[in-house]
Protein backbone atom coordinates (compact mmCIF):
# COMPACT_ATOMS: atom_id res chain seq x y z
CA UNK A 1 0.00 0.00 0.00
CA UNK A 2 0.92 3.49 -0.55
CA UNK A 3 2.79 5.10 1.99
CA UNK A 4 -0.06 8.36 2.31
CA UNK A 5 -2.96 5.82 2.26
CA UNK A 6 -1.05 3.80 5.33
CA UNK A 7 -0.62 6.77 7.35
CA UNK A 8 -4.13 7.83 6.35
CA UNK A 9 -5.44 4.87 7.79
CA UNK A 10 -3.46 4.96 10.80
CA UNK A 11 -4.62 8.62 11.66
CA UNK A 12 -7.76 7.72 11.47
CA UNK A 13 -7.29 4.12 13.40
CA UNK A 14 -6.45 7.08 16.16
CA UNK A 15 -9.60 9.53 15.59
CA UNK A 16 -7.41 11.93 13.96
CA UNK A 17 -9.15 11.93 10.92
CA UNK A 18 -9.17 16.21 11.24
CA UNK A 19 -5.45 16.23 11.08
CA UNK A 20 -5.13 13.93 7.45
CA UNK A 21 -4.66 16.16 4.51
CA UNK A 22 -1.97 18.36 6.57
CA UNK A 23 0.03 15.54 7.69
CA UNK A 24 -0.49 13.64 4.24
CA UNK A 25 0.81 16.93 2.71
CA UNK A 26 3.92 16.95 4.77
CA UNK A 27 4.45 13.00 3.90
CA UNK A 28 4.53 13.69 0.43
CA UNK A 29 6.87 16.48 0.85
CA UNK A 30 8.90 14.25 2.52
CA UNK A 31 8.86 11.80 0.22
CA UNK A 32 9.99 14.15 -2.72
CA UNK A 33 12.94 15.17 -1.18
CA UNK A 34 13.82 11.82 -0.13
CA UNK A 35 13.93 10.59 -4.27
CA UNK A 36 16.47 13.33 -4.45
CA UNK A 37 19.22 11.67 -2.76
CA UNK A 38 21.70 9.73 -4.97
CA UNK A 39 23.84 8.62 -2.21
CA UNK A 40 27.18 10.03 -3.43
CA UNK A 41 28.54 10.54 -0.16
CA UNK A 42 30.00 13.88 -0.09
CA UNK A 43 28.15 14.96 2.56
CA UNK A 44 29.59 12.42 4.90
CA UNK A 45 33.07 13.81 4.95
CA UNK A 46 31.49 16.76 6.12
CA UNK A 47 29.12 15.47 8.89
CA UNK A 48 30.20 16.16 12.31
CA UNK A 49 28.46 12.95 13.47
CA UNK A 50 29.77 10.49 11.07
CA UNK A 51 33.00 11.98 11.36
CA UNK A 52 33.36 11.16 15.12
CA UNK A 53 31.25 7.79 15.26
CA UNK A 54 31.91 6.59 11.36
CA UNK A 55 28.84 5.13 11.50
CA UNK A 56 26.77 5.04 8.00
CA UNK A 57 23.58 5.52 10.19
CA UNK A 58 25.36 8.83 11.53
CA UNK A 59 25.41 10.24 7.97
CA UNK A 60 23.08 12.43 6.02
CA UNK A 61 22.86 9.71 3.17
CA UNK A 62 21.81 6.79 5.81
CA UNK A 63 19.67 8.76 7.89
CA UNK A 64 18.03 9.81 5.03
CA UNK A 65 17.30 5.81 4.21
CA UNK A 66 16.44 5.21 7.99
CA UNK A 67 13.88 8.04 7.26
CA UNK A 68 12.24 6.41 4.11
CA UNK A 69 11.92 3.51 5.92
CA UNK A 70 10.28 4.81 8.50
CA UNK A 71 7.79 6.92 6.95
CA UNK A 72 6.94 4.40 4.71
CA UNK A 73 6.37 1.35 6.93
CA UNK A 74 3.47 3.45 8.45
CA UNK A 75 3.94 2.38 12.41
CA UNK A 76 5.77 3.86 15.23
CA UNK A 77 9.97 4.16 14.54
CA UNK A 78 12.15 1.84 15.81
CA UNK A 79 14.13 2.84 19.07
CA UNK A 80 17.53 2.70 17.06
CA UNK A 81 16.27 4.72 14.46
CA UNK A 82 14.99 7.63 17.15
CA UNK A 83 18.80 7.33 18.16
CA UNK A 84 20.37 8.15 14.80
CA UNK A 85 17.78 11.05 14.08
CA UNK A 86 18.30 12.31 17.07
CA UNK A 87 22.20 12.10 17.16
CA UNK A 88 21.34 14.49 14.02
CA UNK A 89 22.75 18.57 15.02
CA UNK A 90 20.48 19.94 11.86
CA UNK A 91 23.78 22.15 11.36
CA UNK A 92 23.02 21.52 7.40
CA UNK A 93 26.50 21.28 6.30
CA UNK A 94 25.57 18.49 4.37
CA UNK A 95 23.64 20.82 2.23
CA UNK A 96 26.22 22.98 1.70
CA UNK A 97 28.34 19.92 0.07
CA UNK A 98 25.81 17.88 -1.68
CA UNK A 99 25.90 17.93 -5.41
CA UNK A 100 22.33 16.73 -5.60
CA UNK A 101 21.15 19.73 -3.97
CA UNK A 102 18.47 17.80 -1.24
CA UNK A 103 16.84 19.87 1.22
CA UNK A 104 17.77 17.85 4.04
CA UNK A 105 16.64 20.45 6.75
CA UNK A 106 12.82 20.12 5.59
CA UNK A 107 13.67 16.37 5.46
CA UNK A 108 14.67 16.24 9.01
CA UNK A 109 11.90 18.30 10.72
CA UNK A 110 9.41 16.43 9.19
CA UNK A 111 10.76 12.90 10.40
CA UNK A 112 11.53 14.45 14.03
CA UNK A 113 7.72 15.98 13.48
CA UNK A 114 6.34 12.20 12.71
CA UNK A 115 8.54 10.67 15.93
CA UNK A 116 6.97 13.04 17.98
CA UNK A 117 3.07 11.92 17.21
CA UNK A 118 4.05 8.09 17.16
CA UNK A 119 6.82 7.35 19.38
CA UNK A 120 6.65 6.83 23.11
CA UNK A 121 10.07 8.04 24.57
CA UNK A 122 11.29 6.83 28.01
CA UNK A 123 9.33 9.12 30.78
CA UNK A 124 12.38 10.96 31.75
CA UNK A 125 13.08 11.56 27.87
CA UNK A 126 9.68 12.80 27.56
CA UNK A 127 9.46 15.14 30.74
CA UNK A 128 12.89 16.54 30.20
CA UNK A 129 12.12 17.76 26.35
CA UNK A 130 8.77 18.67 27.18
CA UNK A 131 10.30 20.90 30.35
CA UNK A 132 12.96 22.22 27.93
CA UNK A 133 10.28 22.99 24.87
CA UNK A 134 7.61 24.73 27.66
CA UNK A 135 10.82 26.71 29.89
CA UNK A 136 12.82 27.92 27.09
CA UNK A 137 10.71 29.98 25.32
CA UNK A 138 9.04 31.62 27.94
CA UNK A 139 10.86 34.28 29.46
CA UNK A 140 9.79 34.10 33.04
CA UNK A 141 9.80 31.17 33.14
CA UNK A 142 12.78 31.00 32.52
CA UNK A 143 14.34 33.83 34.54
CA UNK A 144 12.74 31.16 37.41
CA UNK A 145 14.76 28.66 36.07
CA UNK A 146 17.79 29.70 36.24
CA UNK A 147 17.69 31.09 39.83
CA UNK A 148 16.90 27.46 40.15
CA UNK A 149 19.80 26.65 38.46
CA UNK A 150 22.08 28.47 40.56
CA UNK A 151 21.25 26.76 43.60
CA UNK A 152 22.46 23.45 42.37
CA UNK A 153 25.24 24.82 40.61
CA UNK A 154 27.60 24.46 43.75
CA UNK A 155 26.23 20.41 43.07
CA UNK A 156 27.69 20.52 39.57
CA UNK A 157 30.11 17.60 39.90
CA UNK A 158 28.30 15.07 41.61
CA UNK A 159 25.90 15.10 38.56
CA UNK A 160 26.42 13.05 35.11
CA UNK A 161 24.78 13.30 31.90
CA UNK A 162 22.10 15.64 30.92
CA UNK A 163 21.66 17.29 34.26
CA UNK A 164 25.23 17.93 34.77
CA UNK A 165 25.53 19.71 30.87
CA UNK A 166 22.31 22.11 31.71
CA UNK A 167 24.05 23.36 34.82
CA UNK A 168 27.21 24.08 32.92
CA UNK A 169 25.39 25.67 30.46
CA UNK A 170 24.32 28.49 33.02
CA UNK A 171 25.68 31.99 32.59
CA UNK A 172 28.63 32.11 35.01
CA UNK A 173 28.27 35.93 37.29
CA UNK A 174 26.99 37.59 40.25
CA UNK A 175 24.12 39.24 38.03
CA UNK A 176 20.25 38.36 38.12
CA UNK A 177 18.75 37.54 35.01
CA UNK A 178 17.70 40.74 33.37
CA UNK A 179 13.48 41.30 33.18
CA UNK A 180 12.15 40.74 29.74
CA UNK A 181 12.50 44.05 28.24
CA UNK A 182 8.64 45.19 27.10
CA UNK A 183 7.96 46.76 23.49
CA UNK A 184 10.29 50.23 23.11
CA UNK A 185 10.93 51.85 20.05
CA UNK A 186 14.67 53.78 19.86
CA UNK A 187 14.97 56.69 17.82
CA UNK A 188 17.78 56.81 15.45
CA UNK A 189 20.75 59.42 16.49
CA UNK A 190 20.63 62.13 13.59
CA UNK A 191 18.65 62.00 10.80
CA UNK A 192 16.95 58.56 10.06
CA UNK A 193 18.12 56.21 7.35
CA UNK A 194 15.75 53.04 8.31
CA UNK A 195 13.79 51.54 10.63
CA UNK A 196 13.50 47.81 11.47
CA UNK A 197 11.87 45.57 13.99
CA UNK A 198 14.74 43.75 16.42
CA UNK A 199 13.72 40.38 17.58
CA UNK A 200 15.29 40.10 21.00
CA UNK A 201 14.75 36.33 21.22
CA UNK A 202 13.65 34.25 23.87
CA UNK A 203 16.92 32.80 25.80
CA UNK A 204 19.05 35.98 24.99
CA UNK A 205 16.35 37.55 25.71
CA UNK A 206 17.26 36.66 29.60
CA UNK A 207 20.54 34.84 29.57
CA UNK A 208 22.48 37.73 27.88
CA UNK A 209 20.48 40.61 27.31
CA UNK A 210 23.79 42.82 26.75
CA UNK A 211 23.90 41.71 23.27
CA UNK A 212 20.67 42.92 22.46
CA UNK A 213 21.32 46.53 24.21
CA UNK A 214 24.63 46.22 21.98
CA UNK A 215 22.63 45.97 19.04
CA UNK A 216 20.23 49.02 19.65
CA UNK A 217 23.04 51.14 20.94
CA UNK A 218 24.82 49.98 17.18
CA UNK A 219 21.92 50.32 15.01
CA UNK A 220 20.28 53.73 16.72
CA UNK A 221 24.49 55.52 16.41
CA UNK A 222 24.49 54.83 12.35
CA UNK A 223 20.95 55.99 11.83
CA UNK A 224 18.53 53.51 12.66
CA UNK A 225 15.51 53.72 14.50
CA UNK A 226 14.96 50.30 16.05
CA UNK A 227 11.47 49.05 17.33
CA UNK A 228 12.22 45.99 20.18
CA UNK A 229 9.40 43.83 20.33
CA UNK A 230 8.73 42.96 24.04
CA UNK A 231 6.91 39.84 25.91
CA UNK A 232 9.19 36.77 24.92
CA UNK A 233 8.20 36.66 20.92
CA UNK A 234 9.34 33.07 20.37
CA UNK A 235 10.30 32.45 16.37
CA UNK A 236 9.85 28.77 17.35
CA UNK A 237 12.89 27.91 16.26
CA UNK A 238 13.83 25.55 19.64
CA UNK A 239 10.50 23.83 19.55
CA UNK A 240 10.15 22.81 15.79
CA UNK A 241 13.68 21.15 15.71
CA UNK A 242 12.59 18.93 18.65
CA UNK A 243 9.58 17.95 16.41
CA UNK A 244 7.22 20.33 18.24
CA UNK A 245 5.38 21.82 14.69
CA UNK A 246 2.02 22.72 16.76
CA UNK A 247 4.05 25.03 19.72
CA UNK A 248 6.53 26.12 16.89
CA UNK A 249 3.98 27.29 14.71
CA UNK A 250 1.99 29.17 17.62
CA UNK A 251 5.02 31.02 19.17
CA UNK A 252 6.41 31.77 15.51
CA UNK A 253 2.94 32.74 14.74
CA UNK A 254 2.23 35.18 17.46
CA UNK A 255 5.72 37.03 15.88
CA UNK A 256 4.24 37.26 12.96
CA UNK A 257 1.06 38.68 13.90
CA UNK A 258 3.49 41.41 16.01
CA UNK A 259 6.01 42.04 13.15
CA UNK A 260 2.72 42.61 11.07
CA UNK A 261 1.13 45.01 13.49
CA UNK A 262 4.22 46.91 13.53
CA UNK A 263 3.68 47.51 9.44
CA UNK A 264 0.67 48.79 9.69
CA UNK A 265 1.84 51.51 12.44
CA UNK A 266 4.76 52.48 10.25
CA UNK A 267 6.88 51.57 7.12
CA UNK A 268 9.33 48.98 8.81
CA UNK A 269 12.33 48.40 6.29
CA UNK A 270 13.77 44.95 7.55
CA UNK A 271 13.39 42.16 10.56
CA UNK A 272 16.71 42.23 12.08
CA UNK A 273 17.81 39.00 14.46
CA UNK A 274 21.14 38.94 16.66
CA UNK A 275 20.62 35.03 16.97
CA UNK A 276 21.32 33.33 13.95
CA UNK A 277 20.00 30.00 14.56
CA UNK A 278 16.13 32.41 15.06
CA UNK A 279 17.33 34.02 11.75
CA UNK A 280 17.11 30.72 9.66
CA UNK A 281 13.83 29.65 10.94
CA UNK A 282 12.50 33.05 10.52
CA UNK A 283 13.72 33.35 6.99
CA UNK A 284 12.14 29.68 6.35
CA UNK A 285 8.40 31.20 7.31
CA UNK A 286 7.28 31.34 4.06
CA UNK A 287 7.72 27.46 4.25
CA UNK A 288 6.87 26.95 7.45
CA UNK A 289 3.17 28.34 7.40
CA UNK A 290 2.76 27.15 3.20
CA UNK A 291 -0.09 25.71 3.90
CA UNK A 292 -1.84 27.67 6.13
CA UNK A 293 -4.27 30.39 4.75
CA UNK A 294 -4.58 33.41 5.11
CA UNK A 295 -1.14 33.59 7.78
CA UNK A 296 0.94 32.08 5.21
CA UNK A 297 0.95 35.48 3.30
CA UNK A 298 1.97 37.29 6.25
CA UNK A 299 4.75 34.65 7.25
CA UNK A 300 5.95 35.02 4.00
CA UNK A 301 6.15 38.62 4.10
CA UNK A 302 7.86 38.11 7.48
CA UNK A 303 10.52 35.88 5.72
CA UNK A 304 11.62 38.30 2.91
CA UNK A 305 12.07 40.74 5.89
CA UNK A 306 14.10 39.03 7.83
CA UNK A 307 18.25 39.78 8.10
CA UNK A 308 20.82 38.97 9.95
CA UNK A 309 22.19 42.27 11.75
CA UNK A 310 26.21 41.48 10.24
CA UNK A 311 23.82 41.94 6.85
CA UNK A 312 22.40 45.33 7.64
CA UNK A 313 25.56 46.64 9.25
CA UNK A 314 27.55 45.72 6.40
CA UNK A 315 25.41 47.40 4.17
CA UNK A 316 25.88 50.53 6.86
CA UNK A 317 29.33 50.67 6.31
CA UNK A 318 30.30 51.57 9.30
CA UNK A 319 33.04 54.18 9.91
CA UNK A 320 36.74 53.75 10.54
CA UNK A 321 37.52 53.52 14.33
CA UNK A 322 39.28 56.90 16.27
CA UNK A 323 41.25 53.81 18.08
CA UNK A 324 43.32 51.24 16.98
CA UNK A 325 41.05 47.82 17.15
CA UNK A 326 43.71 45.84 15.40
CA UNK A 327 43.05 43.16 17.94
CA UNK A 328 42.88 39.31 16.88
CA UNK A 329 39.70 37.56 16.32
CA UNK A 330 38.99 34.23 15.12
CA UNK A 331 35.67 34.27 13.61
CA UNK A 332 33.34 31.18 14.34
CA UNK A 333 30.95 30.55 11.29
CA UNK A 334 27.64 29.69 13.47
CA UNK A 335 26.09 26.55 11.81
CA UNK A 336 22.61 28.57 10.94
CA UNK A 337 24.58 31.45 9.76
CA UNK A 338 26.73 29.63 7.17
CA UNK A 339 24.90 26.48 6.09
CA UNK A 340 21.33 27.67 6.63
CA UNK A 341 21.57 31.45 5.74
CA UNK A 342 24.80 31.47 3.63
CA UNK A 343 25.55 34.68 5.52
CA UNK A 344 29.50 34.13 5.44
CA UNK A 345 31.99 37.29 4.16
CA UNK A 346 29.12 40.23 5.75
CA UNK A 347 30.15 39.90 9.16
CA UNK A 348 33.73 39.40 8.41
CA UNK A 349 33.72 42.27 6.23
CA UNK A 350 32.28 44.81 8.86
CA UNK A 351 34.68 43.54 10.97
CA UNK A 352 37.67 44.07 8.87
CA UNK A 353 36.15 47.53 8.40
CA UNK A 354 36.86 48.62 11.84
CA UNK A 355 40.01 47.43 12.26
CA UNK A 356 40.16 43.77 13.96
CA UNK A 357 42.46 41.06 12.39
CA UNK A 358 39.88 38.66 11.20
CA UNK A 359 41.28 34.74 11.32
CA UNK A 360 39.37 31.87 10.54
CA UNK A 361 39.43 28.85 11.83
CA UNK A 362 40.30 25.47 10.90
CA UNK A 363 37.29 22.66 10.27
CA UNK A 364 35.24 26.16 10.12
CA UNK A 365 32.51 23.57 8.58
CA UNK A 366 31.69 21.35 11.41
CA UNK A 367 29.59 22.83 14.64
CA UNK A 368 30.45 23.17 18.00
CA UNK A 369 27.56 20.99 19.09
CA UNK A 370 25.54 23.90 20.67
CA UNK A 371 22.67 23.15 17.72
CA UNK A 372 20.10 24.40 19.82
CA UNK A 373 18.93 22.32 22.81
CA UNK A 374 21.53 19.92 21.35
CA UNK A 375 24.05 19.95 23.83
CA UNK A 376 21.38 19.25 26.80
CA UNK A 377 20.05 16.46 25.11
CA UNK A 378 23.27 14.74 23.09
CA UNK A 379 26.13 15.75 25.62
CA UNK A 380 28.26 13.16 25.22
CA UNK A 381 28.98 13.98 21.01
CA UNK A 382 28.10 17.68 22.04
CA UNK A 383 31.00 17.76 24.20
CA UNK A 384 33.67 16.09 21.76
CA UNK A 385 32.60 18.58 19.01
CA UNK A 386 33.28 21.35 21.42
CA UNK A 387 36.64 20.69 22.77
CA UNK A 388 37.39 20.09 18.99
CA UNK A 389 35.95 23.47 18.16
CA UNK A 390 37.93 25.34 21.35
CA UNK A 391 41.34 23.01 20.15
CA UNK A 392 40.74 24.73 16.45
CA UNK A 393 39.88 28.02 18.33
CA UNK A 394 43.22 28.23 20.30
CA UNK A 395 45.36 27.33 16.86
CA UNK A 396 44.25 30.51 15.41
CA UNK A 397 46.51 32.38 18.12
CA UNK A 398 43.75 34.75 18.22
CA UNK A 399 42.80 36.86 21.33
CA UNK A 400 38.95 37.57 21.08
CA UNK A 401 36.31 34.45 20.30
CA UNK A 402 33.60 36.12 18.16
CA UNK A 403 30.18 34.68 16.93
CA UNK A 404 26.66 35.55 15.61
CA UNK A 405 25.04 33.61 17.75
CA UNK A 406 24.57 33.22 21.59
CA UNK A 407 24.51 29.36 21.79
CA UNK A 408 27.42 28.96 19.84
CA UNK A 409 29.56 31.52 22.20
CA UNK A 410 28.21 29.34 25.11
CA UNK A 411 29.10 25.96 24.12
CA UNK A 412 32.57 26.94 22.52
CA UNK A 413 32.92 29.20 25.50
CA UNK A 414 32.83 25.80 28.10
CA UNK A 415 35.92 24.69 26.72
CA UNK A 416 37.79 27.96 25.90
CA UNK A 417 39.90 30.21 27.82
CA UNK A 418 39.82 32.91 24.67
CA UNK A 419 36.46 35.41 26.07
CA UNK A 420 34.36 34.60 23.40
CA UNK A 421 31.89 38.22 22.16
CA UNK A 422 29.12 38.38 19.79
CA UNK A 423 29.75 40.17 16.68
CA UNK A 424 28.08 43.19 17.39
CA UNK A 425 29.53 43.67 20.80
CA UNK A 426 32.54 43.90 18.66
CA UNK A 427 31.38 46.33 16.47
CA UNK A 428 29.88 48.61 18.95
CA UNK A 429 32.83 48.93 21.00
CA UNK A 430 34.97 50.38 17.88
CA UNK A 431 32.39 52.51 16.82
CA UNK A 432 31.94 54.34 20.50
CA UNK A 433 30.11 51.71 22.74
CA UNK A 434 31.46 50.40 25.76
CA UNK A 435 34.13 47.56 25.76
CA UNK A 436 32.58 44.25 25.85
CA UNK A 437 31.61 42.40 29.21
CA UNK A 438 33.41 39.25 28.65
CA UNK A 439 37.05 41.58 27.67
CA UNK A 440 36.76 44.33 30.86
CA UNK A 441 39.20 41.87 32.55
CA UNK A 442 41.63 40.85 29.78
CA UNK A 443 45.06 42.64 28.84
CA UNK A 444 44.68 42.83 24.97
CA UNK A 445 47.31 44.29 23.12
CA UNK A 446 46.47 45.09 19.55
CA UNK A 447 48.42 44.87 16.59
CA UNK A 448 50.14 47.97 15.42
CA UNK A 449 49.34 49.27 12.48
CA UNK A 450 49.14 52.24 10.07
CA UNK A 451 46.80 51.95 7.39
CA UNK A 452 44.40 49.04 6.78
CA UNK A 453 45.39 45.76 5.70
CA UNK A 454 44.90 44.62 1.84
CA UNK A 455 42.25 41.87 1.85
CA UNK A 456 43.04 38.37 2.83
CA UNK A 457 43.25 35.30 0.86
CA UNK A 458 40.81 34.08 3.22
CA UNK A 459 38.58 36.78 3.05
CA UNK A 460 38.51 36.41 -1.00
CA UNK A 461 38.10 32.66 -0.86
CA UNK A 462 35.15 33.30 1.52
CA UNK A 463 33.74 36.16 -1.09
CA UNK A 464 34.18 33.60 -3.93
CA UNK A 465 32.03 30.80 -1.85
CA UNK A 466 29.39 32.92 -1.43
CA UNK A 467 29.08 33.83 -4.81
CA UNK A 468 29.06 29.94 -5.64
CA UNK A 469 26.58 29.57 -3.23
Given at each position: M??F??F?????????N?L??S???????????IKT?V?Y????NTC?TYV?????NE??????DL?????H?????K?D?VK??????????CM???A?K??YV?L????R??I??TY?????DR????????V?P?T?????????GGV?R?F????????R??????P????A????????????AG??K????L????VQ?VV???I??A??RL?TR??VE?IA???G??????T?H?GKE?Q?K?T??Q?V??????T????????????????TT?????G?????????????????M???I???L??LK??????????K?????AC????GQ??V???R???KR??????????R??C???A?????L??DIA????QR?A??VA?T?A??L?A?NL?CL?Q??RY???????T????D????G?R???L?????????T?????????VRA????DS??
Amino acid sequence: MHIFHIFANWLSSRGMNSLATSQKAGLAEADAIIKTCVHYGFCTNTCPTYVLLGDENESPRGRIDLIKEMLHSGAAPKKDTVKHLDNCLSCLSCMTTCAAKVDYVHLIDKARIHIEETYRRPLADRFLRSTLATVLPNTKMLSWALRLGGVARPFTQLLSGRLRAMLELLPVGDRAPAAPRQRQVFAAAGERKLRVVLHLGCVQQVVAQHINEAAIRLLTRHGVEVIALGGGACCGALTLHMGKERQAKSTAGQFVAEVMAETKKHTIDAVIITASGCGTTVKDYGGLFAADGEVAADAAKVARMARDISELLHDLKLPQPKENMAYKVAYHDACSMLHGQRVVAQPRAALKRVGFRVHDIAERHLCCGSAGTYNMLQPDIAGRLGQRKAANVAGTGADILCAGNLGCLTQIGRYSDIPAVHTVELLDWATGGPRPRALRNRDLTPEITIAAPPESNTVRAVAVADSFW
